[in-house]
């Protein structure tokens, strides 16, 4: 299937199961009515950020049982499992946060390689040799060689994370998909598998399929924003109709360029 044709069809399979989109969506007003609880009654904001927590994991669960139906060729929205779901949801969970730990700890190890954390605490030490208290003095008596040094230090991580990131992010997609096949974690966070994986979609294809989602996600947020601005019900259309429709979009395209591989 084309790219193109994976996101068109993914942006018409919500809404010809209005059933299953009703679903979801009122697990996305669930979390919004926990919101605004959370709101009216400030001295109960730590049990509604729990329930909002499990009821998002929820939600992760069923963004995988779409990816897998997709995966398996099924053309209808899962009917919602709790407690499957949940437990999908975690697992996700912690492959989401592999995929985000892993960059992080690269971007710590290449940091202090690269010397910011030294040139930092050089820097640091020149700005207390100086008796001035202008800020723009004490910068001005900061030898350039030392300045200098922590900036480029800065930049080189800055760009080296911002890649690293990207790429992990990158992963993490079809990584999540790669979960609701096996629902294995450790099949999930299989690096070498998941890039296999991708190259046997084409590096080519599955860039622009992000850019295209991403693309579709921008106007999406674009219309959800004009919706806010509606008195009233604005933000409720906003939060339940708009949001559960992206979710369906995305997992439903996720399974679609999967199966391209």
Do not use: C
């Amino acid at each position: 299937m084309d790219v193109l044709d994976i996101i068109k069809e993914a942006i018409n399979f919500p809404l010809n199961d209005h059933k299953g989109w009703g679903m979801v969506a009122l697990i996305s007003l669930i979390i919004g009515i926990f919101d605004q609880l959370s709101i009216f009654y400030p001295d109960y904001r730590m049990i509604f950020a729990i329930l909002t927590f499990f009821v998002a994991l929820l939600l992760m669960g069923v963004n995988l049982s779409i990816i897998k139906a997709t995966i398996d060729g099924q053309n209808n929205i899962p009917i919602i499992d709790p407690v499957k779901n949940l437990i999908d949801g975690l697992k996700n969970l912690v492959v989401n946060a592999v995929y985000y730990i892993i960059p992080a700890i690269l971007v710590f190890i290449i940091s202090i390689i690269a010397g910011v954390y030294s040139n930092t605490e050089k820097f640091i030490l020149a700005l207390n040799t100086t008796d001035t208290a202008n800020a723009a003095s004490m910068l001005s008596t900061v030898p350039a060689d030392i300045t200098n040094a922590l900036f480029i230090s800065v930049a080189i991580v800055a760009i080296l994370a911002f890649v690293l990131f990207v790429f992990f992010a990158l992963l993490n997609i079809i990584a999540q998909a790669r979960l609701a096949e096996t629902e294995n974690i450790l099949e999930a966070i299989d690096i070498r598998h998941v890039i296999q994986k991708i190259s046997s979609i084409g590096w080519g294809n599955y860039i622009l399929f992000i850019i295209l989602l991403l693309i579709l996600i921008f106007v999406v947020g674009l219309v959800s924003a004009i919706v806010t601005l509606i008195p009233y019900v604005g933000e409720i259309i906003s939060s339940v109709v708009l949001e559960s429709y992206l979710l369906i979009v995305i997992a439903r395209s996720v399974g679609l360029i999967y199966n391209e591989g």
